[in-house]
């Protein structure tokens, strides 16, 4: 005689689309979407009737606040009452994070915007391939300012990067508890947050004291640039080797390898890639700068290859003055100025995405 028996009845999974119902106390994934749409409508009909009756435009911002307030208080509601309070307070947080996320995001998309549509008008083959030296007007390019930017940030990061690294090594690796050690760490916190202008003006005194008063070279610009740069090298250096456990130290102590191939074999590759980071965004961080290179670097118009003589051009220095000392047609010195600027967002672009590739290749390889 066989006996059959039924099955126990499977509970309903709460990851089952079927089970995410109000009476099975969890809303549906589409619930957050359709309130949002909800408090989207409703702040766009309320803000229609004010423009109306006030004979006024639209008004943008002040539907995106009223929008994102009116989300907040239905979803709250709404959760606390199916899924209970707790669940409730969670989506208030996760509300709140995702609309301070899209605030940050709104200056930034709106910059790169600005200088996209306004960069294009003035980016041509002429722009790229030559420089302003007898130009008046209408007509010439960035190349020599282009070229000036590459050249002078590449000497700014041969002279920062080794030092910042080896300071950052020496802070972790040799300095602990030392007098000395706490007394960089200091001066680089110091250094952290001093204008770029005071950069500008040490490298435009230390030349001075050497050379004529009214020098300006590329060079001075690469050591002004150096200074800005070497305490962000040191500080995110010196966290990424931190970060390393100390147990691969010992292991290769208990190996018998000496410190300092430790430091070169096993500490360095493990976080070169947090170095890297560190090194493209101190890179970002000084590429930009108008200022220092201002006083140093000073204002050219033709092509210039040398860092130690001469002045030499720089894409801020160049949107700067295309703005600044506008001539006729205004239009043709805007279009190279946000070209300029539309440039030199890219180069930034491309160096991070060379640090993200440089990060991924020279990682190291983590096996199971």
Known sequence: MTVTTAAPAQAPSPLDPESSRLTSGHLPRWAPWMILGLAGVV??????????????????????????????????GISSMVEGRRKGVDRLITGIVAVAFAIAMVPLISVAWTVLVNGIAGINAEFFTSSMRNVVGEG??????????????????????????????????YGEGKRIAQG?????????????????????????????????????GSIALAVLMIPVVVRSSEE???????????????????????????????????????????????????APLLLTAGVATSMNYNLFDGRMMTLPV???????????????????????????????????????????????????
């Open 240 to 290: 990424m080797l931190r970060l390393v456990p100390n147990e691969l130290r010992e292991a290769a102590y208990a190996l018998g390898v000496p410190k300092w191939l430790t430091i070169a074999k096993v500490v360095l590759p493990t976080s070169i890639a947090g170095i890297t980071t560190g090194v493209m965004l101190s890179i970002s961080r000084v590429i930009g700068e108008t």
């Open 184 to 220: 960089i760490t200091f001066l680089v916190d110091v250094m952290t947050g001093i204008p770029s202008i005071v950069a500008g003006l040490f490298a435009y005194a230390l030349f001075a004291l050497f050379f004529d008063p009214g020098i300006r070279m590329g060079i001075m």
């Open 43 to 76: 702040s766009a009909l309320l803000f229609a009737v004010f423009a109306v009756a006030g004979g006024v435009a639209f008004n943008i911002a002040g539907w995106a606040i009223i929008t994102a307030i009116l989300y907040l208080v239905l979803i709250v």
């Open 318 to 368: 160049f949107a700067y003055t295309q703005y600044a000392n506008s001539g006729i047609p205004v239009e043709a010195y805007l279009n190279r100025a946000w070209a300029a600027a539309l440039v030199l967002i890219v180069i930034v672009m491309l160096l991070n995405l060379i640090a993200r590739l440089v990060a991924k290749i020279f990682s190291p390889k983590l096996g199971r």
């Open 140 to 173: 010439g390019g960035a190349l020599h300012a282009i070229v000036g930017t590459l050249l002078i940030t590449l000497a700014a990061a041969v002279i920062s990067i080794p030092i910042g690294i080896f300071t950052a090594i020496y802070l972790v690796e």
